[in-house]
């Protein structure tokens, strides 16, 4: 099976400070995705890597960054956390053919005070 | 573009009932459909997929979802509820075999005893 590990089940930050959440994947998969999930708005795609050193915007990458130095690493930053970036952040990965059918970390909630 | 919605954030049924979970997509090229499910502090894993064979497409844990092009759905249904189906469903698309789906707000399933 494939396994996707995000470093953190729970963080608690205070706002200003610089945030790294980590995510790693063990099945040699070329994509790999962050989301943010809030109540009622569902999934929201932050940014996505299709292969090390790419990167995309997704739909909400404001107050975010990311950094994909080896295939299976995929790491979201928050340069410098505000209490509206208080949410569960999900991290996926999937095989470049797999047309939308990812694999799920079981996610990090993040609590900026 | 591509979208999702799914109707009713609740949908609350007796265990041992019919579960209908109702999904419609919005894509100008052939999708591909998903249902994915998020028990409580996990993160979603894939329930089923539509990748253009058959329209009738079997998951697991008893779930299935037909694939009607003339109404724009994807609902998913099960024939009898259990009460370990009380979770978050998500609907989710990617047009055209893109790798990158977009997601409904999600369906909490409530399972009454």
């Known amino acids: 099976d494939v396994k996707v590990t995000q470093s953190s089940r729970y963080l608690v930050k205070r706002t200003g400070e610089k945030v790294f959440l980590e995510c790693v994947q063990d099945?040699?998969?070329?994509?790999m995705f962050w989301y943010r999930q809030d109540p009622g708005l569902g999934l929201r795609l932050i940014y996505f890597?299709?292969?090390?050193?790419?990167?995309e915007k997704g739909d909400i990458p404001e107050g975010y960054s990311v950094s994909r130095e080896k295939k299976e690493r995929f790491s979201l930053i928050l340069e410098s956390a505000s209490t509206n970036q208080t949410s569960m952040y999900l991290c996926?990965?999937?095989?470049?053919?797999?047309?939308?059918?990812?694999?799920f970390g079981n996610g990090t909630r993040l609590t900026v005070t | 573009a591509q979208s999702v919605t799914q109707l009713g954030s609740h949908v609350s049924v007796s265990e041992g009932a019919l579960v209908l979970l109702r999904c419609n997509y919005s894509?100008?090229?052939?999708?591909?459909l998903f249902w994915y499910v998020q028990y409580p502090n996990q993160g979603l894993q894939l329930l089923l997929k539509?990748?253009?064979?058959?329209?009738l497409v079997k998951g697991i844990n008893g779930f299935e979802a037909e694939f009607k092009k003339s109404e724009t759905s994807f609902h998913l249904t099960k024939p009898s509820a259990h009460m370990s189906d009380a979770a978050e469903y998500f609907c989710?698309?990617?047009?055209?075999?893109?790798?990158?789906?977009?997601f409904g707000r999600g369906t909490s399933l409530i399972v009454h005893p």
């Open positions: 996926a990965s999937s095989l470049e053919q797999a047309a939308g059918a990812l694999h």
């Open positions: 099945m040699d998969h070329e994509n």
């Open positions: 890597s299709y292969d090390v050193k790419m990167k």
């Open positions: 894509s100008s090229v052939p999708p591909y």
């Open positions: 539509y990748t253009s064979a058959a329209t």
């Open positions: 989710a698309v990617s047009a055209g075999g893109s790798y990158i789906p977009t």
